[in-house]
């Protein structure tokens, strides 16, 4: 079984658990890399924005390709309720590749729910979700048991 993870991390949170999941299942990796700057105060303004008004952005090209692969984890935190603008454009510039995909993501506190049904709806469904809070992933307090099987 060929698997990638494709995430985004504007600050490394999403990052650590990808790599974590590649490393548990072999998977290559790739990180979706925005060309809009979302870095500092600004940027997470500006993340808001783009995230609420679902906002379709360029991005950096990619080394993989998800039509390659039997199964794609799929990472973003959450932006206002929603899946990052990054992760999102993601899937939408690869409409159709997907035969099957996991998708995990991180926030401070809330909005999974409406983060997952959005990437959902830019794909297909997921066999499998994983939702975990910023400080679970900080201080390892969490299993991939169920996730990755
Ligand atoms: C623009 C922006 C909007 C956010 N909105 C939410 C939110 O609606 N709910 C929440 O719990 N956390 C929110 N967060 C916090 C992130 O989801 C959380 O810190 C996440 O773990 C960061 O992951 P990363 O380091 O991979 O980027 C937001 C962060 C940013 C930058």
Redesign the pocket.
Known sequence: MKSLVA?????????KLAEDIAKNVDADIEEIKPKVN?QGKI???R??KD?ISEKIIDIEALEFDPDDYDVVYI?S??????A?TPVISYLKQNEGKFKNVKFFM??????FETGLKQMEEYSIKPQNTLAL??KE?KKNEYSLDGFID
């Open positions: 995430y985004y991390s504007r600050t490394n949170i999403t990052k979302y940027g997470y303004a993340g808001g995230a990472g935190p959450v932006w206002a309720g929603k990052s991180t926030a401070g506190g809330r909005g809070l910023t992933v």
